[in-house]
């Protein structure tokens, strides 16, 4: 009878070990650093961070930065870049995947092509990103980051001259007709980049929009 107890318990430490082997991959995967949009927050990737997890990852793999939507948007990709690095220091990660939203694309696009980001980086995901500039943007001209926000501003033609998606980094992004936000909708695409049209989305839906996160995480472990 020891003997049986003994094969079951240790049958039953196996198991626990099996078990234990999902958390350990997702603790391999790259901690990811989210970029929200134009007046938004950390709180916006509350449905995203869910999602994720039931992906696999570990929240503290989990990673919202915040700036100022209101001043200028080279100044909040330095902030990015800071961010990035104490990601890396805390996590001991190589390199980070960006997911960003609306107006943190131009962010993450800066902080990838102008100051020399994509080396940190292994995926970034746009989730209809401002990436060519949206004339929505005239509506609130009066601050720096719409300015630059506006298609044809000398920061968007900065930042597309050229190679749009530089470096190793794998670029994709995910846009809508019904966007409503982003104007024209295909603003959002990235030459050299996967993109990926879905039909009748809003602007801000797409932070809800369990199905394309789904797929962003799916993008992020490939």
């Not at 939203?101 to 993450?108: A, D, F, K, T």
Request: glycine share 10%; charged share 15%.
């Amino acid at each position: 009878m020891r003997r049986i107890l003994g094969g079951l318990a240790a049958l039953a430490a196996a198991a626990g070990l099996v078990g234990q082997v999902p958390a350990a991959h997702a603790a391999e995967r790259d901690p990811v650093v989210f970029v929200h949009g134009y007046s938004g927050s950390a709180a916006n990737w509350k449905t995203a961070k869910s999602v994720f997890e039931q992906a696999g990852y570990q929240s503290d793999r989990l990673f919202a930065y915040e700036y100022n939507s209101y001043g200028d948007n080279k100044t909040n990709a330095q902030g990015l870049a800071k961010y990035i690095e104490d990601v890396k220091a805390k996590t001991g990660a190589a390199k980070v995947d960006i997911v960003n939203h609306s107006m943190g694309g131009l962010v993450s696009l800066w902080y990838l092509k102008e100051l020399n980001g994509n080396p940190n980086v292994d995926h970034l995901a746009s989730i209809a990103g401002a990436n060519h500039g949206t004339q929505s943007a005239v509506w609130c001209s009066f601050f720096t980051t719409c300015r630059q926000m506006t298609p044809g501003s000398a920061f968007i033609k900065q930042l597309t001259t050229g190679d749009e998606t530089p470096g190793a980094t794998k670029y994709a992004t995910w846009y809508s007709p019904a966007d409503g936000v982003i104007n024209p909708y295909k603003s959002t695409k990235l030459d050299g980049a996967t993109n990926n049209e879905i039909p009748n989305q809003t602007h801000m839906g797409f932070l809800k929009d369990t199905s394309v996160l789904t797929s962003i995480a799916a993008f992020l472990g490939s």
